[in-house]
Every structure is written in C-alpha cells, then in structure tokens.
C-alpha cells in the first residue's frame, strides 16, 4: 500500500505568486490534515479536513489560505499571493478517522515551498 | 484550546546513556498521546504512543510514561545509538477528534 503522497516535493515561487501543495491520503483514509513546519520549529496544525468537507480550519490564515478535499483527486492546500514568510514545509497527514479512531497520523514526505 | 509544552529544545547525550524528554498538555480531556521522530530532511514518523487509560508502555529502548493527574508525559530512550539522533515531538490529541498538538520538538544529538 502507497503511503500519503505529497506533490510537489519542492516548488519555488516569486512572491505574488500562487502555491498548490497536493496530497493523497493513504488508501481508504478519509481524514486529511495539513500542518506546517517553519525551519527549525515544530508542526503548527492548520487545517483538517473529510471529503467535501472542512472540518476545522483553526490554524489556518484567514486570509491567502484555503483548503479542500474534493470527492475525487487529491486534498489541495491554495496559497495565493505567496510571501516570503509562506516559505515553510507542508506535511500533509491521514487516518482512518472516528470509528477506527487509531489516532495515528500518517505523513507524507512534506512539500517545501520556497518564496524568492 | 489545547497547548503542548516540551522541555528540553536540545539534548546531547553519549553513547549508551539515557535521554529523557517531557511534555505538558493543557486539556485534561486529551486522551492519546503519541510521540514521533523527524530526521533531518524527512517526514515524522510515530515511535510509540500512550492513551490515558494506560500509565506506562515499553517497546524495546523506548517507553513512555503518562501522569494524567500532572497532565504531563515522558519519552525515555535508553541505551541511546548514534542513530537516534532526530528530533522527537510529542503530541496530544483530544478523543473525539484525530487532531494532534504538537509540542515544540527536542534535538536529540547522541555523540560516538
């Protein structure tokens, strides 16, 4: 079975540009979070989401920022108007969600996003 | 909401020594407690985790301890390799949701 798979590995954008960080859960997860690790700091959750659904978005920027998670095809984390602030690594996360309730989180290999 | 604390931000121990690493959580409601470790470059990956009911679980040379009355949580490493050095997170979650907190991470450095 193919873990989370995060694409792309690494992006490069101009300031005022837009980032699409994508990810597919591990087969049969439902849950998907995205968190984000700045340089030599720790993961700051962001968003979680289920299919079709955000389920909390507490950690998310209010503004730049937006997440979803289509029926089909991967979970897209959006920056638009990227800063260079937004360069950071984005880990996004599955699980098999309430009712296994596991509580593992499985994370894929990160994309790091580099604003110039 | 709820807040992880974790205390030391680095560790450097030899070879063979012990290394411990502690974490607070905030919310007593929380009730799963895992621990991952990130090398350098890579994602997390879990090493051993806790639930609330239980106060202590061993999985060769790590275990992991859990005072709920504290509400803090220990990462024991004993007989530490050179290739333990990673930096370890605890995290905290509550039992009605998979959402994990994170505490800040501890540089673990173990010196041939």
């Known amino acids: 079975n193919a873990g989370v798979m995060q694409n792309p590995r690494h992006l490069v954008r101009r300031r005022g540009q837009e980032a699409r960080l994508r990810c597919s859960p591990v087969k049969g997860h439902s849950h998907v979070y995205w968190y984000r690790q700045l340089p030599e700091e720790g993961l700051k959750f962001m968003v979680y989401?289920?299919?079709?659904?955000?389920?909390?978005e507490s950690g998310m920027p209010k503004e730049r920022f937006s997440a979803e998670f289509p029926k089909e095809g991967p979970s897209i984390l959006r920056i638009q108007q990227v800063v260079r602030g937004d360069s950071a690594a984005y880990f996004c996360?599955?699980?098999?969600?309430?009712?296994?309730?596991?509580?593992?989180?499985?994370f894929g290999e990160g994309s790091r996003l580099t604003v110039l | 909401g709820e807040n992880v604390e974790q205390h030391p931000s680095t560790l450097s121990v030899q070879e063979g020594d012990s290394a411990v690493i502690k974490c607070t959580y905030s919310?007593?409601?929380?009730?799963?407690f895992p621990w991952y470790k990130q090398e350098l470059g890579k994602r997390p990956q879990l090493i051993i985790d806790?639930?609330?009911?239980?106060g202590e679980k061993k999985d060769q040379r790590i275990a992991v301890t859990l005072n709920k009355t504290a509400k803090h949580f220990s990462l024991h490493i004993t007989e530490t390799q050179p290739e333990d050095s990673a930096v370890y997170f605890c995290?905290?979650?509550?039992?009605?949701?998979?959402?994990?907190?994170f505490g800040t991470g501890t540089r673990l450095q173990v010196f041939p």
């Open positions: 989401l289920q299919k079709e659904n955000i389920i909390d």
């Open positions: 806790i639930r609330s009911n239980v």
């Open positions: 919310d007593s409601a929380s009730n799963y």
């Open positions: 995290a905290a979650s509550l039992s009605n949701t998979d959402k994990l907190i």
């Open positions: 996360a599955s699980s098999p969600g309430k009712g296994v309730n596991t509580g593992e989180l499985f």
